[in-house]
């Protein structure tokens, strides 16, 4: 890599990882330098790209139905989170708005989930966990949540 | 219970995600729906077990991984030795770098050559493309999804993808093995 102009072969693993900006920024810096004098190499980056781009242009398959609605019943029938164990964090995950919102209209069930530990949970850990998502986004649909966002 | 209709908002938001890993894991659309479902079922009962430390989605495709690759041992497509001794160490053929014809990267064919390039690969190689070119995760989260060294993430994504445009290459009639 220290000399651009001898032909050598294209290290695929140090592209594919400066393609997904994974190397480390000194490393991310040669690359860059690099792939401006040395044209295989910047060819064999631009398939990789291509590749990408294929699959972004992939049929983006739905279930079709509401799989929530559907498996509600057996949610139901499924075994209660053990109580002896600590409250289920996962809580957390909702947006907080969402969460106080839904414990005010779902009764003492949530809410005791809150009171025995999901409230304790930092707020911060709650909403890192969904940081692909707006913050304080609500999912109101099956397909209103889901977008590739802008990548790269 | 107070804490399902809570889980059924996480199950819409993840839903079609889930259901598209799975589907392009296990290639048969029905098959795809009822895992999708076991995997927001065994999701519900483990949730005890999840820590904020783990990041949700990472967690929940674990799940629908392992019923993925359930599903695929079941049918015998795959042996589990392919699934621990991966290609990883094994170096890129220089073959497989050289200039791919412009045309096969076009947008109509490359699509089709992608589904079927994905089909055909190793399953270590095709879940780990799915997690990085469709769920746009980082190598953090495949390490953690895959519970594999992010090292050997970096490197099995870069075969990954080297294997998919060997498949265009071959599928363009060029080698240099002949
Ligand atoms: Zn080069």
């Known amino acids: 890599m220290t000399d651009p102009v001898r032909p050598h072969l294209p290290d695929m693993i140090r592209l594919s990882g400066y393609l997904d900006g994974e190397l480390d920024g000194a490393t991310q810096r040669e690359m860059e330098t690099h792939l401006a004098a040395c044209p295989p190499c910047a060819e064999r980056l631009a398939e990789l790209r291509a590749l990408t781009a294929a699959f972004d242009a992939l049929p983006q398959d739905t279930l079709g139905f509401d799989l929530a609605g559907m498996i509600a019943g057996r949610l139901a029938a499924a075994p209660r989170p053990s109580p002896e164990r600590p409250a289920p964090r996962w809580w957390g995950l909702l947006p907080a708005s969402l969460g106080a919102a839904a414990a005010l209209t779902l009764g003492t069930g949530i809410g005791s989930v809150l009171i025995g530990g999901g409230a304790a949970m930092p707020r911060m850990a709650a909403m890192s966990v969904f940081d692909t998502l707006p913050p304080g986004g609500l999912c109101l649909g099956p397909d209103s949540c889901y977008s590739k966002g802008a990548r790269k | ?178």
């Open chain 2, 1 to 178: 219970m107070g804490d399902r209709p809570a889980f059924e908002r996480l199950v819409r938001r993840y839903q079609d995600r889930v259901f598209r890993f799975i589907l392009r894991m296990v290639g048969i659309r029905d098959e795809a729906m009822d895992l999708a479902q076991e995997t927001f079922l065994k999701a519900y009962r483990a949730l005890p077990g999840w820590r904020p430390e783990a990041r949700f989605s990472t967690w929940l495709f674990q799940i629908a991984r392992n019923a993925a690759l359930d599903a695929l041992r079941r049918r015998r497509h795959i042996d589990f030795v392919s699934l621990t001794s991966g290609p990883d160490e094994e170096a890129i053929d220089p073959c497989d770098t050289a200039p791919l014809p412009e045309e096969l990267l076009a947008d109509k064919q490359r699509i089709g050559l992608l589904e079927r390039a994905l089909r055909e690969l190793p399953v270590e190689q095709r879940e780990i493309l799915l997690l990085r070119e469709l769920e746009d995760m980082s190598y953090a989260d495949i390490a953690a999804t895959l519970n594999i060294e992010v090292g050997t993430v970096k490197s099995r994504i870069a075969r990954a993808r080297v294997a998919v445009l060997a498949h265009y290459r071959h599928h363009a009639g060029e080698s240099c093995h002949d």
